[in-house]
C-alpha cells in the first residue's frame, strides 16, 4: 500500500460474518460432498410481497424514472411509512420532516454516528447487543462505555445500573428490542423509561427497531410514548418483516430538526435510491395483517425446529422469544466457541458464538431462524452425528 490507512480504520476489523462467510464460501468450494448449513446470520429466505416484486418491476421499465432521485425519498414513500407507523404503532409523524427514508437501517446507525457524535463523545452501547452499533462509534472516534443486559433482568437495561454510572459525556444511547440476538420483546414500560432517562440526561435514545413484527403479537414503537419526539430517534426496516434484506430499503424517524442533521450527512453519501424500489416499497408496507400472520406462522415452525438442535446439544433457550434468531446458554463447562468450531468443521453446520455480541453473550449460541424446516431437520441429522 503506497499509503496508510486512516487511524479510524484501525480501530474495526471487518465485520464477524463478512470473514465468516468467506471462510465457509471456501469450505464449500474445495469439493465437499454437501454444502456448509450457514444457520449464522439473520438474512430471511422468504419471498417478498407479491405487490412489491410487480410494482418494482412495473416501473422499472417505465420511461423517465431512472434518473437520480430526490435525496429525501419521494413523497409517496415517505407517506407510505407515515401511514405505517400510525396503523401499526400508534405514532403520528409527519411525512415531510420526520422521516428520512435510508439504504437499508443499518447505514442509518453510521449516518448517526456521524451527524451526532465528536471525538470524545460517549456513546452507550448494550451488551450483547450488534456489533455496528460500536464500530460506527469507533469509526467517529467516540467512547463506548457498555451497559449490561442480563438474563435475569429479562435482557433489559438495569436503570439502577444506568444512574450509578459516570454518564458525563454520553451523547447516544442505543437500544434494541426485540432484542438481538437475545429475543427479548419490548414493552410500553421499558421504552417509557427509556425516554424518561434520555429527557433526565440530555441523551438522544436511538432505538433499532426492525424486528418488532417478528414472532411477535403486539408491535410496539418508542415514538409512541408521550414526549419522545424530544430525546429519541427510531430506526426500521422492510428487511425483516417483509423479506426484503437485499433491497435494502429503511428509514429513520425523529423530529424534524434530528432528521435535517442526519440528511445533512446522507445527502453526501448518495443521490437517492432508485426510484422503482421506492415505489415497490410503497407496495410491501401497505401490507395488511393476513400477510404478517402468514409470515409469524413460518416463524414459528422454524423457531419449534431450531428449538430441537439446542435441545440435541442440551443448551437452555426461551422458546417463546421473538424477532429472527433462537439464542441459548450452553451447559456449564462448555466453550462455545469450540462447540461451534466442532459443528462446522465436523458435522458442516455453522451456529453462531455468542462472544461476538459482548461479554455478555460469551456462554450462549445463537441460531438464525432465516431457514426452511427442512434444512433445521437435515442439520439435526448432520449435528447428531458429531456430538
Excluded at 424514472?65 to 409517496?76: D, F, L, R, S, T
Excluded at 410514548?225 to 423479506?243: F, I, Q, T, Y
Excluded at 423530529?255 to 443521490?271: M, N, P, R, T
Excluded at 413460518?298 to 435441545?311: K, L, P, Q
Aim: hydrophobic share 40%; charged share 20%; with cysteine.
Amino acid at each position: 500500500m503506497i499509503i496508510q490507512p486512516a487511524n479510524r480504520t484501525g480501530s474495526v476489523k471487518e465485520y464477524y460474518f463478512s470473514t465468516k462467510n468467506r471462510e465457509i464460501a471456501a469450505m464449500n468450494a474445495d469439493g465437499r460432498k454437501e454444502a456448509v448449513i450457514n444457520l449464522g446470520i439473520g438474512s430471511p429466505n422468504g419471498r417478498p410481497p407479491q405487490a412489491a416484486i410487480d410494482a418494482l418491476c412495473a416501473t422499472a421499465v417505465r420511461d423517465g424514472v431512472h434518473a437520480y432521485q430526490p435525496y429525501v425519498g419521494i413523497p409517496e414513500l415517505r407517506k407510505a411509512f407515515a401511514d405505517w407507523y400510525a396503523r401499526w404503532y400508534g405514532v403520528k409523524l409527519n411525512p415531510s420532516s420526520e422521516i428520512q427514508p435510508l439504504t437499508g437501517s443499518k447505514e442509518g446507525i453510521l449516518i448517526t454516528s456521524l451527524a451526532f457524535l465528536n471525538k470524545g463523545d460517549k456513546v452507550l452501547v448494550p451488551d450483547p447487543g450488534y456489533p455496528t452499533y460500536s464500530s460506527s462509534a469507533r469509526l467517529c472516534e467516540a467512547e463506548i462505555v457498555t451497559y449490561d443486559l442480563e438474563e435475569s433482568l429479562g435482557w433489559q437495561p438495569d436503570f439502577a445500573k444506568l444512574e450509578a454510572m459516570d454518564l458525563s459525556g454520553v451523547k447516544m444511547m442505543w437500544t434494541n428490542y426485540p432484542n438481538m440476538p437475545t429475543g427479548a420483546p419490548a414493552d410500553p414500560e421499558l421504552y417509557r423509561r427509556l425516554v424518561e432517562f434520555g429527557r433526565k440526561h440530555g441523551i438522544l435514545i436511538c432505538n433499532d427497531n426492525p424486528y418488532s413484527f417478528i414472532l411477535s403479537k403486539e408491535h410496539y414503537s418508542i415514538l409512541a410514548v408521550p414526549g419522545a419526539k424530544e430525546c429519541c430517534l427510531e430506526l426500521n426496516s422492510l428487511s425483516k418483516a417483509h423479506n426484503m434484506a437485499g433491497w435494502r430499503i429503511g428509514m429513520v424517524a425523529a423530529s424534524a430538526d434530528v432528521i435535517y442533521e442526519i440528511l445533512k450527512v446522507k445527502s453526501q453519501l448518495d443521490s437517492g435510491m432508485f426510484r422503482a424500489l421506492q415505489i415497490a416499497a410503497v407496495e410491501a408496507l401497505a401490507q395488511g395483517p393476513e400477510w404478517f400472520a402468514s409470515l409469524n406462522e413460518e416463524y414459528t415452525r422454524r423457531r419449534v425446529a431450531a428449538g430441537r438442535i439446542f435441545d440435541a446439544l442440551e443448551v437452555r433457550y426461551n422458546p417463546d422469544s421473538q424477532g429472527l434468531f433462537l439464542w441459548g446458554r450452553v451447559p456449564e463447562g462448555v466453550s462455545p466457541v469450540e462447540l461451534s468450531d466442532k459443528l462446522l468443521y465436523e458435522a458442516g453446520v455453522f451456529i453462531t458464538p455468542g462472544f461476538i455480541f459482548g461479554k455478555n453473550g460469551e456462554n450462549y449460541l445463537r441460531i438464525s431462524l432465516c431457514a426452511t424446516v427442512e434444512v433445521f431437520e437435515r442439520a439435526l441429522e448432520k449435528i447428531k452425528s458429531v456430538i
